[in-house]
């Protein structure tokens, strides 16, 4: 995409923090000529080098009106896409109406915007003849009555929220009040979800103009529990699942980056606990077996060609940099970085890789 910079498309990342995510698809869409520009609120020194390292620009803002100035300070004409998490949306939206970027880009945001609400997503999949766990809104019900409904345990989550945050797990009744005061207390949008025991499978695929392409299914094999992404994640074949993700992106329409996560109830029926139209963590990474998602992202906005053969590799996917790093600055925290290193090197920027090495070297030597 040999374009002058008066006529680069702009994607531009917004976030509270650093998100893998959104570093490497912003690294790779640097190196295949998009201008890429990062609205921050981290602003300590490693968060600064490597916004400053990925990006062409960075803009740290920290309140609704620093974020519209920042968006104001670019060409906002040559906006594609905003990317996001979900609770940022709210704001995002605003600022870039405000801002007056292409309406193609503000429709995307509406689009994003009106699934961000958990509750009401799985309300909408039910209702769309999709299978979802059962919920209730805790302003409507009696926390006597959803103990006997929905039994123990069960799941309190706010109804907007991403990467694991506002989740709590209750398995005592009496850990419902703490759950419920932990996520904000009575006046939060909370509600209740049935809880499913069983192993989270996950959906992802782009959705370019309403159509679903290079659809995956894969699953977590070794990763943290609460916090950060996957350090090992297997593709697999299930059509079950795929079927369900197929639907689920032809109903959320419009171009863009799906991910979904299911569960199998106890008949081993999958269903849709979290929908996510934004970057994820093993977005990239899939790129070891052939998906390349960034690729098709880019066709979504138009900006590549459009091609919607359908991958069929299955196999283990690493992904890097793998948090599960043990023993930093010893011989197998130096082998398990510089393996995926080396599983990345086609597939990530040098500069990306370049900037992990320094933070290895940075973590290794206590100095990170």
Known sequence: ?????????????????????FEQLASVLRSRGVEVAHLTVASNPLARLASRALFHSTSFFATQEELLAALRRLDVSRVVDIQCPEFLLDDVVH??????????????????????????????????GLAAPRVRDLEDCRREDLLTDFGLPLVIKDRVGSGGEGVRIVRRAE????????????????????????ATMCYATAIVHGRPVQGVVYHTLQGREAEGPSSLIEVVRDNQVLA?????????????????????????????????????????ALGQLGFDYPQAYLQGLDLGRAEHGVVTSIGL????????????????????????????????PVRYLALQVLLFARRSTGRG
């Open 1 to 21: 995409m040999a374009l002058s910079r008066a006529h680069r498309p702009i994607v531009v990342f917004v976030d509270l923090g650093t998100m893998l995510s």
């Open 95 to 128: 600022a870039a109406r405000e801002a007056g970027v292409p309406r193609a880009v503000l429709t995307e945001l509406e689009l994003r915007f009106a699934w961000r609400d958990k509750f009401a997503v799985a309300r909408s999949l039910q209702q769309a």
């Open 175 to 198: 850990e419902l009040g703490e759950a419920v005061e932990a996520l904000g207390g009575e006046k939060a949008h909370l509600y209740a979800e049935e809880f499913l025991p069983g």
């Open 244 to 284: 369900i993700g197929q639907r689920v992106a032809e109903l959320v329409g419009g171009s863009g980056l799906l991910n979904l996560d299911l569960v199998r109830d106890e008949h081993g029926d999958p269903r849709v606990v979290d929908v996510n139209l934004r970057s994820w963590h093993s977005v990239v």
């Open 317 to 348: 996917v690493h992904v890097f940099p793998d948090h599960e790093e043990t023993g930093e600055g010893c011989s197998e925290g130096l082998r398990r970085f510089l393996d995926g290193l080396w599983r990345h090197r086609r597939i990530l």
